[in-house]
């Protein structure tokens, strides 16, 4: 039996994790976030991979590979693109496997602009305020 596909999208500005309003965000560097989701796939036999981008398109190009690259699930922190980018949302909605979208602060006790997600509109399930652990456990969709 192949190996579960999934594909983890960080959006912009999350490259400066562990240095970027750390009391909001944490301490921890994406590299550190990533590296645990690595952990976590290989003890549990799936085939995961983890890309962050600053630009739209980008993301977007990478939610097109996985409509035929075999993804059964994309695990995406859209960030500051969850609250504007309705493109994000039509690509997510053009993939046929399970999203969940991740936030590492609870964007609903924050600003009111952060209060709206496009992507929430299609994601299957939602983890927000739980820091970087709300990545390792958006994982679990695939039990
Ligand atoms: C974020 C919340 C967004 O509002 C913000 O623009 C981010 C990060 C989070 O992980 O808490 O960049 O998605």
Redesign the pocket.
Known sequence: MSSSKVLVLH????NLLGTRQPE??GHETLNDINNRLYEKAAMNGWDIRCQQSNHEGELIDAIHAARTDGTVLIVI????Y??TSVAILDALNAFDGKVVE????N?HK?EAF?HHSYVSLRADGII?GLGSRGYLLALDALL
């Open positions: 959006g912009p500005n999350l909001i965000y922190n859209p960030a500051a969850s609250h991740v936030h590492l602060s964007i924050r952060r927000a």
